[in-house]
């Protein structure tokens, strides 16, 4: 019996040791394949700049930006997707004090700042309403002490204009422009700007 079991005992040891060469190749197989597997999408990485914004967390830690001006908060968050080249945005627009804001989308500029291009307007939902509550007329007025949300899908066009163009920009930067109407004792324009780097999924 104890033979049968140092038998056992050696042969184990010597399957550990021959097979040892092929985990280390199957190892560094999977490592090799996850590193040429491209990223599916990720989030947007806020990158606050010096002009009082600040850093918030949602679905994770300081994944939102907030900027504010006039008595007017923009909070934005995203995620992006290869496959359509898909960067959305979730933004909270507060009106704390003006007499009303009002937001035009179509002339919002998301501009890659790797590439130069300009992402365009795919499309725009109310976030308070049941989904899909898209807004056609891609402009909102916020009036004094309303908050409210929208969902906002940008995308690259391909050359002809008529399709997504699939591209993984993981690493990249963009610069989200938006430009408001503060109605006040006086109407003043204002732009609200945010900078974000494409990351891999961070939760």
Known sequence: MRVKCCARSFKQKLWDEKSKPARLIALLACCLLLAACPSSGGDLLPLPQ???????????????????HNQITIKARGNWSVSDSDTWLTLEIKNAGAKAVTISFDNCELINQSSREKLSLRSLAD????????????????????????????????????????????????????????????????DFLFSFKYVEYQH
């Open 127 to 190: 976030k308070e309403k049941a989904a899909p509550a898209f807004i056609n007329e891609r402009t909102v007025a916020i009036e004094s002490g309303q908050t409210k949300s929208y969902y906002a899908s940008f995308f690259i066009k391909s050359a002809d204009g008529r399709a997504s163009v699939s591209r993984n920009v993981e690493g990249q930067t963009v610069t989200l422009s938006i430009p408001a109407l503060v109605q006040g004792e006086t109407s003043a324009p204002v």
């Open 50 to 68: 010096s002009g009082g914004d600040e850093l918030e967390s949602a679905s994770f830690k300081n994944d939102t930006l907030s900027v504010t």
